[in-house]
């Protein structure tokens, strides 16, 4: 695939595989012609890395381009909105964040991945009490199954997990509201809170959070709102050792201290967004999470 971006020289080949290659014409409109022809996002971004582009690059040049010129074709991997992805309002480097009720001090902006640490969101009084109103529904931890579209027990994920209805509560409604204003984010596209906790030895390894496009079971998945295109994950204690959300393609370790966030946020379902991360394993103690997946659209 991809022959109209072949290198025509040596030269340009290097050019392409340089630190910040410029995105050319022809790119623009190939990619534009692939889209119209309905190839997907990861295959074209497949296809581009196959010709010797970064994989970063193609991501952006895609994004880029087809938000550009094909917002009003609702592409599936493109929200045609004017904001693609989740975001907190980080212009001027502010050093505090205004979530309605609170102000939220920002520790850390990673760009690629995207990534956002957040501390104080939430009170040591909400975290304890997100705990308590979690710990009498807790069971095994799911993850949903992309080969069917239901839901699995994971070896993978050793933690025990449950899940709140959206506005379920006072708090819950409080917390939602809160993390929608700081990612400017619909409250509908999120999905209910969920609480995980990991005993003493559990993990969660590695794993990207959007739905693999490439499973069977996926499309179903989509239909309540399309894919995910964003995570917080709220710490609510602090492990004594260990426990930390890892993004190992980037070597960026988030120590989980109560109260304080990680969020990070994926434009398309790709490993391109280096968004591969996990729940290191707990080394002492006990560890308490809550995750609030953000959708493209309304989740219902
Ligand atoms: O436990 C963590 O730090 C990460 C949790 C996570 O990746 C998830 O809930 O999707
Ligand atoms: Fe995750």
């Not at 692939?34 to 970064?54: C, R």
């Not at 693609?84 to 760009?111: F, N």
């Not at 069977?216 to 959300?245: D, K």
């Not at 991360?277 to 659209?297: S, Y």
Request: a negative charge.
């Amino acid at each position: 695939m991809a022959p109209q971006i072949a290198p025509t020289t040596a030269s340009a080949q290097v050019a392409r595989t340089a630190a910040a290659p410029a995105i050319t014409p022809e790119l623009r409109t190939w990619i534009i012609q692939q889209a119209q022809a309905n190839v997907s996002a990861p295959a074209l971004i497949q296809a581009m890395t196959t010709a010797g582009w970064h994989e970063e690059v193609a991501m952006q040049a895609l994004e880029e381009t087809l938000r550009e010129h094909l917002g009003h074709m609702g592409s599936d991997a493109i929200p045609a909105t004017d904001q693609a992805v989740p975001e907190p309002s980080l212009q001027g480097a502010p050093s505090r964040l205004d979530a309605g009720d609170r102000q939220v001090d920002v520790l850390l902006s990673l760009a690629l991945p995207r990534v956002v640490v957040l501390g104080n969101v939430l009170s040591p009084q909400e975290c304890d009490a997100l705990i308590e109103a979690a710990r009498p529904r807790m069971a095994r931890s799911l993850t949903v199954a992309t080969l069917t579209g239901g839901e699995e027990v994971n070896a993978d994920r050793t933690s025990d997990g449950m899940f709140f209805q959206r506005g379920e509560s006072e708090l819950i409604q409080r917390i939602e509201a809160r993390l929608a204003r700081l990612a400017n984010w619909p409250l509908e596209n999120g999905e209910g809170l969920q609480v995980l906790h990991y005993a003493p030895g559990a993990q969660y390894r590695p794993h990207y959070d959007y739905f693999d496009p490439a499973q069977p079971g996926t499309p179903r998945i989509l239909a309540r709102g399309g894919q995910r295109v964003g995570t917080f994950v709220l710490y609510l204690n602090t492990p004594e050792q260990g426990g930390g959300t890892t993004f190992p393609d980037v070597g960026l370790e988030v120590a989980a201290q109560r109260g304080n966030a990680v969020f990070f946020s994926y434009p398309l379902p790709h490993p391109a967004t280096r968004t591969l991360h996990g729940g290191a394993p707990v080394q002492a103690g006990e560890k308490w999470i809550a995750t609030k997946w953000l959708r493209e659209r309304e989740f219902t």
